[in-house]
């Protein structure tokens, strides 16, 4: 059994929210000293997405069997980013941003890399007009 302290993996249950379980886990490792992680393999599925499309204001949601084929992104102390790609029994896919309401189906099989190296956070960027990932070595303090 590999018990590598830069690895997490979690399962989740029928009826689990996706994103608040992934947060709630991030937030379970920041208490062990945790400033930064990503989503390195996932699979599952769901009985429910709710997906933000690019420059949507608001999200789109299915309420039908999905599989999850892809979900990726950054967790920090300010919260996670996710981003999700869902295919319906006709094979048809979907992706966006993962939004709070994405309910597991059956299961949700999500593995962690913890990055012990690094510190992150999210800062407002003038340009983009969006909270943005800001990395910094974990070492360094955060910038202003």
Same mark, same amino acid.
């Given at each position: 059994?590999?018990?590598?302290? %830069?690895? &997490?993996?979690? /399962?989740?249950?029928? $009826?689990? =929210? ?6 709630? %886990? ?6 062990? $000293?945790?400033? !930064? %992680? ?13 997906? /933000?499309?690019?420059? +949507? !204001?608001?999200?789109?949601? +299915?309420?039908? #069997? ?23 029994? /006709?094979?048809?896919?979907?992706? $966006?941003?993962?939004? #709070? $309401? ?6 949700? *099989? ?5 990055? #012990? ?6 800062? &407002? =960027? =003038?340009?983009?007009?969006?909270? *943005?990932?800001?990395?910094? #070595? ?7």
């Amino acid at each position: 059994m590999n018990n590598d302290p %830069a690895i &997490h993996v979690l /399962r989740l249950n029928p $009826g689990d =929210d996706l994103r608040a379980e992934l947060q709630s %886990a991030f937030n379970a490792l920041q208490a062990r $000293g945790c400033r !930064a %992680a990503c989503v390195i393999s996932a699979v599952g599925s769901l009985s429910r997405a709710v997906l /933000r499309h690019a420059a +949507q !204001a608001q999200a789109s949601v +299915q309420n039908e #069997p999905l599989e999850l084929i892809t979900l990726s992104g950054t967790l920090s102390p300010d919260g996670v980013h996710l981003h999700a790609s869902v295919a319906d029994a /006709r094979g048809e896919m979907r992706g $966006g941003h993962v939004m #709070p $309401g994405c309910s597991v189906r059956t299961t949700a *099989e999500i593995v962690l890399a913890l990055l #012990p190296g690094w510190a992150f956070s999210r800062a &407002h =960027d =003038d340009r983009s007009g969006f909270m *943005e990932l800001v990395a910094t #070595p974990a070492s360094s303090k955060n910038p202003d």
